[in-house]
């Protein structure tokens, strides 16, 4: 009985959070969104580095939205637009969205629709279709302007639109896929390791940050699939293999080869245990089977509380994010687990509603030990959240619909 209650309760949110989002025309805050002030990028500090990884790293964590105030407009974002796009495809021929029903046709339109979109938000001066973020980005180790593409960004809005592909057939938007892997092989710079080349995360810089070239290889992989184009594989596997030097005994992976990135989070392990399960399931090679388990009793071990709750490191808890419960639906989606991580799955979702819903559709960014932030953001609470449950969904009615 309690498998009914729960795809209702699930259906009903998924349909609250897919109306918010089409009612805010898919636009919004990022936490990461504070350079795009005009009243900092009018001061004396706009050109300090450590002025604006403070400016950046004061708007993220303050529970108080000082957007209005400062002149940060909201807007749309191709990541956050990309999630809802795989999303809307995703629940297809669900429960929710039965083949010739209203919604169903409703969301082939909104599927067109932002697609359309994505195209029209590619970075600009690029041969290659590539996107990035609608905000200046300065972390510790480099600054990236407006728009500058990176093959996280790409790599999730090729996913969408893979997918919208398949819905509609539109061949634009394979086209732009193909495009892609182009930016991928010839736009990004080339990061040489002892067994094989990854990706630079942007075309400006050099970081080798070992989750975002997993994340070129999956989406390679998945342009392969479509495009039967074996060389693609080819390139894939090369940049696996230079990731390898990520890969610990216990089955851990550190974020980035810099020193002051060695850290251990959720929802990074969870993008490379889904990206080496999918290169898997497309390519059927087995050669990083042991890897996957490894970092897959390894992320289970280590990032989860027995009541669901997602701890956003390895060695600590907080602060609780709505990525780290997001990104575990696809995760276990790719990774095809048993019974056991079926009703972790539940014991997430419930606590990621509790936790992270506010009301409408509406989840919240972050909790951290002495308070929650309750800004509205699009890209990093709502859309994803949306894209996380439309996985477990998914998976329900799908993939391990026989063990439930």
Not at 17 to 35: E, F, Q, V
Not at 211 to 217: E, I, P
Request: with cysteine; aromatic share 16%.
């Amino acid at each position: 009985m309690r498998r009914e209650v729960m795809v209702s309760e699930l259906n009903e949110t998924l349909i609250e959070t897919y109306r918010y989002c089409k009612n805010i025309n898919y636009s919004g805050w990022d936490p990461y969104d504070g350079l795009n002030s005009k009243v900092f990028q009018r001061s004396f500090f706009k050109k300090s580095a450590i002025a604006r990884i403070f400016w950046t790293q004061l708007f993220k964590h303050s529970p108080i939205n000082f957007r209005q105030i400062m002149m940060v407009k909201e807007g749309q974002n191709p990541k956050g637009l990309a999630l809802v796009l795989s999303s809307l495809c995703n629940i297809l021929g669900t429960s929710i969205a039965p083949p010739g029903s209203q919604i169903d046709r409703e969301i082939r339109v909104e599927i067109i629709n932002i697609s359309d979109q994505l195209l029209q938000l590619r970075s600009q001066n690029y041969k290659h279709f590539c996107w990035g973020y609608n905000f200046p980005w300065q972390s510790r180790a480099s600054y990236l302007p407006k728009w500058t593409p990176t093959i996280v960004c790409t790599a999730f809005v090729v996913d969408g639109l893979l997918s919208a592909y398949k819905v509609t057939l539109d061949k634009r938007y394979l086209d732009a896929c193909i495009s892609s892997t182009l930016f991928a092989t010839n736009d990004l710079n080339k990061i040489e390791t002892k067994s094989g080349v990854g990706f630079s995360y942007s075309p400006l810089d050099n970081r080798f940050v070992y989750n975002a070239t997993l994340l070129g290889s999956r989406f390679l992989s998945a342009v392969s699939e479509v495009t039967q184009e074996k060389s693609l594989l080819t390139v894939a596997k090369s940049s696996i293999e230079s990731t390898r030097e990520a890969f610990s005994y216990d089955g851990s992976f550190v974020y980035a080869r810099e020193s002051i990135s060695k850290w251990q989070d959720n929802f990074h392990t969870g993008f490379n245990l889904e990206s080496l399960a999918r290169y898997r399931t497309i390519s059927g090679d087995t050669d990083y089977d042991k890897v996957i388990q490894l970092g897959t009793d390894y992320w289970l071990k280590n990032f989860f509380l027995k009541d669901g709750t997602c701890k956003y490191y390895n060695n600590k808890v907080y602060p609780l994010d709505i990525h780290c419960s997001s990104q575990v639906f696809p995760t276990l989606y790719y990774l095809g687990l048993s019974n056991k991580q079926i009703l972790l799955q539940e014991k997430v979702y419930l606590q990621m509603i509790k936790t992270f819903y506010e009301s409408s559709g509406n989840f919240r960014f972050q909790v951290k030990k002495q308070f929650p932030i309750k800004i509205k953001y699009f890209r990093w609470g709502t859309a994803w959240a949306f894209y996380g449950m439309s996985y477990f969904l998914k998976a329900r009615e799908t993939k391990f619909n026989h063990l439930l």
